[in-house]
């Protein structure tokens, strides 16, 4: 079993870096969230700190440092049954029906389709294990391991460190040896003219100094940093360590990508037949939509679709 450890020590965690690579709520899921209720001080804001973790799996193996996924989010106010979350067959390097549906609507000139395509959102997330380190808001979360979703803000402050664009020396804030704490800073903003306000991480930043893991000891309610020999984790710790990676009550691979079933193809099938105005009849639920499905009469005009506003961090449909 110790063999199968060995790539977590060997300080080959670039090789699971590739999510740096272009190309509905619930506590109970692992998911850490930002609760902006709790906070106190609007200028202030919600105010953490985090550690990314190394995805250590639960057979030994370094699996990929972050899960990327690509989603649709569906929103029919008119008709609340065909609203939801789709897993896009982007994330396997193949056509989406909705992606295509998005750029059929918004391309049509037609200013009633036009505005049938703010139906359609976008989000690509990336998923990573995070150590709770302090937590002003949510104290009973400090020394938990839990799964962290964030967008593309987070991602270009990770890519930075690795870059050394902030500090002029590259860090993989992963590493276990000489990764860096994250300083969690969320505040509510709003685009101009837009009433709805949405979270910015934008003065969210890593430390500039480069620390071991910071261990939690539940009996102390302290952290203390592995000790290092000669800039390795020692060898002496390498099993506290393996234990406390798993410590931990969900699995990161639970929040891959999965392909739509059977009966979201066809729930995919009534919305695309509802935004086109086809009768759903002509769309077979064992039928999976293509993007010959998309040819649109424009021979009936409407007043122009009005904007709406969105998240920096969702970056809808700005990265296709």
């Keep these: 079993?110790?063999?199968?450890?060995?790539?977590?020590?060997?300080?080959?965690?670039?090789?699971?870096?590739?999510?740096?690579?272009?190309?509905?709520?619930?506590?109970?899921?692992?998911?850490?969230?930002?609760?902006?209720?709790?906070?106190?001080?609007?200028?202030?804001?919600?105010?953490?700190?985090?550690?990314?973790?190394?995805?250590?799996?639960?057979?030994?193996?370094?699996?990929?440092?972050?899960?990327?996924?690509?989603?649709?989010?569906?929103?029919?106010?008119s008709d609340k049954s065909l609203s939801g979350w789709f897993d896009s067959a982007k994330n396997f390097n193949e056509k989406c029906p909705l992606t295509d549906l998005y750029y059929q609507l918004k391309n049509s000139k037609n200013a009633i389709l036009m505005e049938k395509a703010e139906c359609l959102k976008y989000s690509k997330k990336y998923y990573s294990y995070v150590l709770i380190l302090e937590d002003e808001q949510q104290p009973d979360l400090v020394g938990k391991i839990m799964i962290f979703q964030y967008g593309k803000q987070i991602?270009?402050?990770?890519?930075?460190?690795?870059?050394?664009?902030?500090?002029?020396?590259?860090?993989?804030?992963?590493?276990?040896?000489?990764?860096?704490?994250?300083?969690?800073?969320?505040?509510?903003?709003?685009?101009?003219?837009?009433?709805?306000?949405?979270?910015?991480y934008v003065n969210s930043m890593f430390v500039p100094e480069k620390t071991s893991l910071p261990i939690y000891f539940e009996e102390r309610r302290a952290f203390k940093n592995v000790p290092l020999v000669d800039g390795k984790i020692d060898p002496k710790s390498q099993g506290i360590v393996k234990e406390f990676l798993l410590k931990r009550d969900f699995e990161l691979e639970d929040f891959a990508p999965k392909r739509l079933t059977e009966e979201e193809h066809g729930k995919v099938n009534q919305i695309i037949a509802f935004l086109t105005g086809k009768a759903s009849s002509?769309?077979?639920?064992?039928?999976?939509?293509?993007?010959?499905?998309?040819?649109?009469?424009?021979?009936?005009?409407?007043?122009?679709?009005?904007?709406?506003?969105?998240?920096?961090?969702?970056d809808f449909f700005k990265d296709l």
Aim: hydrophobic share 30%.
């Design 282 to 314: 002509g769309f077979a639920k064992e039928q999976k939509p293509t993007s010959d499905d998309f040819d649109f009469d424009e021979s009936f005009t409407a007043p122009s679709s009005s904007s709406s506003s969105s998240s920096d961090d969702d």
């Design 1 to 77: 079993m110790a063999n199968e450890f060995n790539d977590l020590f060997s300080g080959n965690l670039d090789s699971t870096m590739d999510f740096l690579n272009e190309r509905k709520p619930s506590s109970k899921d692992g998911i850490y969230r930002v609760d902006m209720s709790k906070v106190t001080d609007k200028k202030k804001g919600y105010r953490a700190k985090l550690r990314f973790l190394p995805n250590l799996t639960k057979e030994g193996k370094l699996g990929p440092a972050a899960i990327e996924k690509i989603t649709h989010y569906v929103d029919i106010k």
């Design 155 to 200: 991602r270009e402050k990770i890519q930075a460190e690795r870059n050394g664009e902030i500090t002029g020396v590259p860090c993989n804030v992963f590493k276990l040896e000489d990764g860096k704490d994250f300083v969690l800073v969320v505040k509510e903003t709003a685009e101009k003219n837009q009433e709805n306000a949405f979270p910015t």
